[in-house]
């Protein structure tokens, strides 16, 4: 509900009475000489009369370092508006001094000076955080000396007003607060210009939007007014608007403006007070509408870095790699591509040249790299295949560019990648069809056995003793395999049953313990170990496929060992019968342990937590083979005698019927209330749905209440909704009800509920690996406050 402007009136007339009355009141307005700020996590910085703002020392995520900043207070995101230090981050126990001389000095904690506010020899006797969120020092008449709104980095504000030359720089990344690869620069003679810049020197790549004014003068200011306007003006003429209408009250909203790390200059509003999910950042415009096509320059890498594309997702630019491509740096994609494979060379030994029948093409529609041309084919018998051919046969040519009559010839490093409807033209991207390490593997084993075989052709007895040799050596490890194979279920490869063992073990399958997606799973004890239950699931949706291929997924999951992993023992591959057998979980699933009458112990539950993300991180990036579960749920976690969480039914993905395979993407995979938005999305499933799910799962663990239920029971409003909504109001003692051991750990719970809000993030790209989940609930990592996990449009 909006306050009244009447109201806002009396309260700041008050707040400025008090002021004047008593100097104490208002201390973290007005900064007197010898006041200072210690870099810490918990030091309290100097606020405007509203607390709108603030002025001090931000911390880094991930790191011991600080930035001296000025930042929206009241809102959870904490905003960074202005910096005075983001290429050089001060350490901890730094300090902010505005010193007795009248100037203001940050020191590293030797003392060394690392910044200082006036350089030109004035002398401050005071300074002030305004409520406009400008910094400004002050001399003895009370006029300004030096003002944060003179020296903007990446960001405007309401109120501010710039004479030209303004020069304006990005920021490296979101979370990186150097300077970044994009520029906007309001010249001498009154012109506009968004730029792409070197790192390093700061050369211009290339101007990708600009407004050129005929006014060829000297006296030309930037203006961001109070109704939201932004628009240069030349003596009391408003020549150019920025931004086409006004934004919103700023008594209800605060607003403003930046040139965001992708090169895109935005204008933002905020609402001053909870409107549920909309308590965020709203863009309100932006320049230019798409930064992927807009850079056009000769030189640079483009929007993203070399050998990437970029791409308008959900109306955002994003820096994608090419399949069998990997970013240079995951924490900053911008950086580029690299290849993960070796280089097309033309060297005898090259993967291309030796092995020319292995050469593959990766085709993407709508894409191009309009740059690093070599060659050009035209004509009519220039195909797709044919343009194909001719990169193939070339072993210059890393990519070519298809478009009718048209094919392209590319060398690395491929740079202004983009990917948009508006781009008629088909990439080709040359990678090897198989692993090339592997190969180089197999052609050193080659060349080994042909120089032990030039070796030994001089002995004819030796060859006779190798050859026995190799054979008594094959008969024992022969016999050992079968021995580990029939005795131990836990060996790598897991034991071949008989339907007719299994039939017996089940007593004819009468016990059903439950039934999923893939089948159903019944109780059982093997004749082999009459003491120990197992549970033996009958998959009754599998793709009839071959023995061999069966037997090697089998394989891959019989493969995996962890302490929260359900264990493969064995399996029945007879006819048409398909069947598993897994260890028997004594406590059930986490379903029934949850959401049962009894509470759990709170505990108990990030006990669980722990062991289901550690499990996760396993399948995704621990085990021999990658594996995306597609179906977490409490339902698919399982309890061992000491509760320990075990995943179940991992690996299974891949034993689906066809139509339900990723490759077809023609069904969903998973459970209503787990679902990622990629399953509703012309978008590859990656291991973030499962991310997603975990996220859903771990809220259900801190509230102890089922979503699915939740939302039906609630139908205006979703589990994550209801989380949020506790999360940004402050109020997550809503969350325990009558639960006091989690009330007394609300500070772990809201880093719990942090954690889980970023693995929902709408955006896969936004949600962290299970690794960095794994470390952010462990609290190895800091958790970064997190962003409204949906976009408006679809909210």
Not at 43 to 60: D, L
Not at 84 to 108: I, M, W
Not at 450 to 462: A, E, K, N, P, Q
Not at 615 to 632: A, F, N, P, R, V
């Amino acid at each position: 509900m909006a306050i009244p402007c009447v109201l806002i009136h009396h309260v700041s007339s008050l707040l400025l009475l008090l002021a004047l009355l008593f100097p104490g009141v208002a201390k973290a307005a007005n900064i007197n000489l010898e006041s200072s700020l210690l870099a810490t996590k918990d030091s309290n910085p100097w606020r405007s009369p509203s607390g709108e703002f603030a002025f001090g020392f931000h911390h880094i995520d991930n790191q011991d370092v600080f930035l001296l900043a000025i930042w929206f207070d009241k809102i959870p995101e904490k905003t960074i508006v202005w910096s005075a230090n983001g290429d050089d981050p001060a350490p901890r126990g730094s300090q902010v001094k505005l010193t007795n001389s009248g100037e203001l000095v940050l020191y590293d904690p030797q003392g060394h000076e690392l910044w200082q506010k006036p350089k030109d020899g004035s002398k401050s006797s005071w300074a002030t955080m305004q409520d406009d969120g400008n910094f400004v020092l002050l001399g003895g008449d009370s006029n300004p000396i030096w003002e944060s709104f003179k020296e903007p980095t990446d960001t405007l504000l309401p109120g501010q007003i710039l004479n030209s030359p303004i020069n304006i720089t990005s920021r490296r990344t979101q979370h990186n607060y150097s300077t970044g690869r994009f520029r906007f620069l309001l010249k001498e003679n009154g012109n506009l210009e968004l730029s792409s810049v070197s790192l390093t020197t700061q050369v211009v790549y290339d101007v990708y939007w600009s407004w050129n004014s005929e006014a060829w003068n000297a006296d030309s200011q930037l203006i961001f007014d109070r109704a939201g306007y932004i628009y240069i003006k030349k003596g009391n003429q408003r020549i150019y608007n920025l931004t086409k209408i006004g934004t919103r009250s700023m008594q209800d909203f605060y607003i403003m403006a930046r040139i965001d790390y992708d090169g895109v200059f935005r204008q933002y509003t905020h609402p001053k007070y909870e409107t549920a999910c909309n308590f965020t950042w709203r863009m309100e415009e932006r320049i230019p509408q798409d930064i992927c096509v807009a850079i056009t320059g000769d030189i640079g890498s483009g929007a993203c870095g070399y050998n990437s594309i970029c791409a308008e997702i959900n109306g955002e630019p994003k820096c994608l790699c090419p399949d069998n491509y990997s970013y240079l740096n995951q924490s900053d994609t911008s950086q580029g591509c690299k290849p993960n494979f070796p280089l097309p060379s033309c060297q005898d030994n090259g993967w291309e040249t030796k092995y020319n029948e292995l050469v593959d093409f990766k085709s993407y529609e709508n894409t191009d790299w309009p740059l690093s041309d070599y060659d050009l084919q035209i004509g009519n018998g220039v195909n797709r295949q044919t343009c194909e051919q001719l990169c193939r046969e070339d072993c210059f040519c890393a990519a070519a560019i298809y478009n009718g009559d048209y094919c392209w010839k590319k060398k690395y490093p491929l740079s202004n990648g983009r990917r948009s409807a508006s781009v008629n033209r088909i990439a080709l991207v040359k990678v090897p069809k198989v692993d090339v390490s592997k190969l180089l593997e197999k052609k050193d084993q080659s060349t080994l056995v042909l120089v032990i075989c030039l070796l030994l052709g001089s002995s004819v007895f030796l060859n006779i003793l190798l050859i026995f040799a190799i054979s008594v050596a094959a008969y024992l490890f022969y016999h050992k395999k079968l021995l580990r194979s029939v005795s131990s279920p836990s060996a790598t490869n897991v034991r071949s049953f008989t339907y007719k063992e299994l039939e017996e073990a089940t007593r004819g399958f009468r016990q059903i313990l439950g039934r999923g997606a893939f089948g159903t799973v019944y109780k059982g004890v093997l004749a082999s170990d009459s003491k120990r239950f197992v549970a033996i699931k009958k998959l009754d949706k599998v793709e009839q496929q071959g023995e061999k291929e069966f037997r090697t997924e089998v394989s891959v999951i019989g493969q995996t060992h962890h302490k929260n992993l359900v264990r493969l023992l064995g399996f029945c591959d007879e006819g048409d019968h398909r069947l598993l057998v897994y260890e028997y979980m004594s406590n059930g699933s986490l379903a029934s342990f949850l959401f049962g009458i009894t509470r759990p112990d709170w505990n108990q539950r990030v006990q669980i937590a722990f062991g289901i993300a550690r499990g996760l991180m396993y399948l995704h990036e621990e085990c021999s083979t990658q594996i995306i579960h597609c179906d977490i749920k409490p339902q698919n976690i399982l309890l061992d005698d000491y509760f320990t969480p075990r995943i179940s039914d991992f690996g299974l993905a891949k034993l689906l019927l066809a139509e339900q395979t990723q490759a077809a993407r023609t069904g969903i995979r998973g459970t209503v209330g787990y679902f990622a938005p990629e399953w509703f999305r012309k978008a590859s499933i990656t291991v973030k749905v499962d991310v997603y799910s975990f996220g859903v799962l771990l809220l259900e663990l801190i509230c102890c209440k089922s979503s699915v239920v939740f939302g039906t029971t609630n139908p205006e409003e979703a589990l994550m909704d209801w989380v949020y909504r506790c999360y940004i109001g402050k109020n997550l003692d809503k969350l325990a009800e009558n639960d006091e051991e989690v009330k007394n750990d609300l500070k772990r719970v809201e880093r719990l509920v942090m954690v889980a809000l970023w693995c929902i993030q709408e955006d896969a790209s936004l949600r962290p690996t299970m690794k960095k989940v794994t470390q952010m609930l462990e609290g190895v990592i800091e958790v970064s406050v997190p962003p409204c996990p949906w976009n408006y449009s679809s909210s």
